[in-house]
């Protein structure tokens, strides 16, 4: 009889009801969605209005402008300034730039606008001087100057290529991932801890464990609120998928964003240890603590471990494999962050993977199962405090095949 | 038949305190067995443990035939002493989702918890929350939850605490209708006139050891005192074995105390035979357990 399964659908469901929960999880996020996209589109049609310019007028006073080239639709040769001042007054031109006499040697161009001179403007003459300057040179070492390199980097073995260019998203995507990751895991585990402070608060707990034993109670919120998180995640993911989507400036760093499918396996897999590791603890730390304040206290301290290796970035970016992260990544309670970081940043011996993914199950295993003991001590302790010593006496008792319990009101 | 609970010679011991020290009983099939004593003396560590809430540290308990197991467990009904419902779940989904703790499945849970509810007269609440709930309301729901799964045994730990003289009358009415159907119950009360009017056996156990255990009218003959209530005429003082005679208020009638050796039957034989006297009602006068629990417990205080 699997009734932990039943207590899975009751927390489940139990959690669906809760309206705070139901708007932090779907509605919220939704909401940042609309609110993201509407200013994305606003911000981007505005911004296209005014950076187009128009016609830019050119006064060269160093005769670096080839008449020919100047042929381009985007550009207005004028004589002298005043007829260009002109021009931008008459709003024929929207700025020009005058290249002075001593260009060659100083490389002195002065710009005019009516309003502000966006970067785009700023990129087309400079790559207008740059065409006019190469022109009586050969056309592929033109090209070459323009563009001199494209440059491709490769870790040693060649497992995986860091393009240059998405540098952005290479630094991006293992803070986005991790702390998306480490958040996950954190609120998965509290509203763990969450259900089981309730269930004491509520009483339940001796109504519950006089029909199921304490290990299927933990099994099955565990469980339940596992797959609450997962859900969450999954809601989380779609929208920002949406958001990339919609947005086009998103999709050449969606495409880029592209991990190996082992990486999203290994994600998997470090999620779902970080949750046990973290979800039992938690669940023991609920099931000692007398109210959800003096639980939620002992929680914090726990999520600045999980958020240690974000904290830890400019370490990670430098070197993935110097020692700070390597024993982030190695040590369980901050490897699942911390190996989604370097895992992501570049590659990692496989041994190191190994260990810590080893490191990680026993960790699991054990607090899991001290998690049990602990629950079974702890939930009938309603409104007091289980000590470190009275947890220890639990464990040797428990060894010794016998469970004490210290509360007077039990007697 | 064998006994519904069979509790040999358990001892609990806390970290620093003795809560139960070589107890045995038993509790027969079909009976409402009554267990009281004082604060503190035991009552529901030797509750958890016959639940396997708690075990204990010495001797054997044997529940409905066999160990306090999970399967055990699913034939037994328990209100703790401590009453609480899930506070934002509606009526009937909590209830539903305690018998299904039980074993029962989803739809059966769900429809017997919609009768129980009906039954109790709770019919308007039973899509309500919990808390929405007045007290009276949750104790008859939290009643509901021990009795869904149609336990062959029952335990309750201070069922009328916090009832009203209605809900009190439901909810022993319950009991009995439970007892009918040869269901055994297990009573932990502080109410002695419920014991005395319902338990056929008690357990008095005080500082974890049994004081008093058998039929409650067998215990009470134990500890009646040498004295009978009569109510008529005459001057009972003038009879050679009574040897003092004063008004009880409470039971409206003359409370003589006998000498050793003067019986009971002995005083009627020679009331009757006298045409002085006249006698409109005549009784042994049994202790009320308040006062034999108010003399074994203090007697140990002492």
Redesign the interface.
Known sequence: MNRYLTIARHEITTQLRRKAFVFFAFIFPALMLGLNVGIGQYTASRMERENDLGTIGVVDHAGVVDQVLNQADDFRYFENEEAAEQALVNKAIGAYFVISDSYILTGQVDGYTLSSFPESTKDMIDSFIRENLLADQDQKVAARIADPMSITMKTIGGARELDDEDMMVHIMTPIVFSALFAMSVIMTSSYLMQSVVEEKESRMVELMISSVSPKEILYGKVLGLGAIGLMQIGVWITIALIALTISPEAAGWLSALSLPWWILVMAVVYILFGYLLYGSLLAGIGASSSSLQEAQSISGILTMLVMSPIFALAAFISNPSSAIPVALSLIPFTSPTGMMMRLTLSTVPWWQLALSLLLLALTAYAVVWLAAWVFRAGLLLTGKRLTPSILFRTIRARSNGQIITVDRSLQ | MENTVQVNNVTKT??E?V?VDQLSFQVKPGEIFAMLGPN?A?K??TI?MI?????P?SGTIQVLGGSPD?IA??R?G?L?E????????PVKECLA??G????LSRGVALSRSIDWLERVGLEDAMDKKVSALSRGMQQKAQFI?TVLHDPDLLIVDEPFAGLDPVNTMLIKDMIYDLKDNGRTVIMSTHMMHQIEEMADRLLMVNEGRLVLYGKVSDIQSQFASHSVYVSGDGDWMSLEGVEEVAFDRDEKAYKLLLSEDYSADTFLRDATRHSDFRIDRFQVALPALDEIFVQVAGGNHQ
């Open positions: 806390f970290t305190t809560a503190g035991g529901t560590t958890r639940l396997d809430i708690l075990r540290d999970r467990m699913d037994v328990y703790p401590e009453r609480g419902l899930y506070r934002d779940l989702y305690l299904e703790l039980k074993g939850a």
